[in-house]
T-cell receptor, first 115, second 115 residues
Framework: AQSVTQLGSHVSVSEGALVLLRCNYS??????LFWYVQYPNQGLQLLLK??????LVKGINGFEAEFKKSETSFHLTKPSAHMSDAAEYFC?????????????FGKGTTLSVSS | DAGVTQSPTHLIKTRGQQVTLRCSPI?????VSWYQQVLGQGPQFIFQ???????GRGNFPDRFSARQFPNYSSELNVNALLLGDSALYLC??????????????FGDGTRLSIL
């Protein structure tokens, strides 16, 4: 079964600093990977997705992620953090099987941004 | 265009009761999925429906059931509620099913509290 592991349940950065949120996947076939963000009392918003077209994926709000097959990783980065980036971030893999296309989520990483 | 809409936003029930949650997908989306998000965890897949038929089921007991209507809206039913059913229930829609790499778009969820 496919799975994702998010390293670090809580990451704290200063405003303007680099954001790095880690995600490793476990898959026997090329995966389809996603990053979602969840603000308090809201649902999940898609940040970006990897579907094998390019290893460096650019998303919304200045975020990007790089797919590294040799490291089975799909880490999320942003060069300069803003206060508005404080939220919960989830990495997910698409589990495509004959029954459907479920998303398998990691446990999430809470990003805190201080001024 | 309206996104995924869910109702109600909040619900309080007691143990043993039954609950029905509702979801309207994005216009044109034919597939609806349900997820359970317990506080502090990532969402867990419950069901996927497409063209009124169940296409995928996660590891949840038979107390959980769902259906999809001809207009592609969906209901999630939970019987014999337990304290452990307290969670945010998220609905997600996508254009099709069994389409690799397609993202799922989430509503803001229904917060279910069991007393």
């Amino acid at each position: 079964a496919q799975s994702v592991t998010q390293l670090g349940s809580h990451v704290s950065v200063s405003e303007g600093a680099l954001v790095l949120l880690r995600c490793n996947y476990s898959s026997s076939v090329p995966p389809y990977l996603f990053w979602y963000v969840q603000y308090p009392n809201q649902g999940l918003q898609l940040l970006l997705k990897y579907t094998s077209a390019a290893t460096l994926v650019k998303g919304i709000n200045g975020f990007e992620a790089e797919f590294k097959k040799s490291e089975t990783s799909f880490h999320l980065t942003k060069p300069s953090a803003h206060m508005s980036d404080a939220a919960e971030y989830f990495c997910a893999v698409s589990d495509l099987n004959q029954a459907g296309t479920a998303l398998i989520f990691g446990k999430g990483t809470t990003l805190s941004v201080s001024s | 265009d309206a996104g995924v809409t869910q109702s109600p936003t909040h619900l309080i029930k007691t143990r043993g009761q039954q609950v029905t949650l509702r979801c309207s997908p994005i216009s044109g989306h034919k597939s609806v999925s349900w997820y359970q998000q317990v506080l502090g965890q990532g969402p867990q897949f419950i069901f996927q429906y497409y063209e009124k038929e169940e296409r995928g089921r996660g590891n949840f007991p038979d107390r959980f059931s769902a259906r999809q209507f001809p207009n592609y809206s969906s209901e999630l039913n939970v019987n014999a509620l337990l304290l452990g059913d307290s969670a945010l229930y998220l609905c997600a829609s996508s254009l099709e099913w069994l389409q690799e790499g397609q993202p799922q778009h989430f509503g803001d969820g229904t917060r279910l509290s069991i007393l």
